[in-house]
């Protein structure tokens, strides 16, 4: 059975398409991608549907993560449920996460930066809006999150294939 994991930010616009897509990379390169199921949602409505910010395309592009494909959507309280590894941007998105999830899959939500901790932040900030080099700088952060999560993923990951 594959690992569940989703990315979780505010509009699912920015942040959590970008680590959608260096997650989904970074597991491709390793052969792993039989064994993961990766999405990405956000905690606010209004932008469903919506692709990813033009920012976030480019500065993702430029590192070669294809995120074009990308359309928003919400969380929604089955995500909680099906996904074992909820991650969120900042201390917002699991919040919100935590207060959704059922009672039986509460403790799931995490944050993506405690897979960095080299990086001393616990947060991604939001990036939507500021200049183009926010979007590199958080585009750093999620990729030593990533990094961080499938090296801690792929003893898991390996027993699956």
């Not at 941007?89 to 995490?110: E, F, G, I, K, N």
């Amino acid at each position: 059975m594959p690992i569940g994991v989703i990315f979780v930010c505010s509009a699912n616009i920015c942040r959590s398409p970008m680590a959608k897509g260096v997650f989904r990379t970074m597991v491709k390169r390793a052969g792993l991608e039989h064994a993961f199921t990766i999405d990405s949602a956000g905690t606010l409505e209004g932008h469903e549907g919506e692709p990813a910010a033009p920012l976030a395309r480019a500065a993702a592009g430029r590192r070669g993560y294809d995120i074009s494909d990308h359309l928003s959507r919400s969380l929604t309280n089955e995500d909680l449920e099906k996904f074992a590894l909820p991650l969120g941007m900042d201390r917002s998105h699991l919040a919100a996460m935590r207060w959704m999830a059922p009672r039986t899959v509460a403790d799931r939500p995490q944050l993506l930066l405690k897979f960095a901790p080299q990086t001393g932040l616990v947060e991604v900030g939001d990036l939507f809006g500021g200049p183009p080099i926010g979007y590199e700088d958080a585009l750093t952060l999620i990729e030593a999150g990533c990094k961080g999560l499938l090296e801690a993923l792929r003893p898991l990951a390996e027993k699956a294939s």
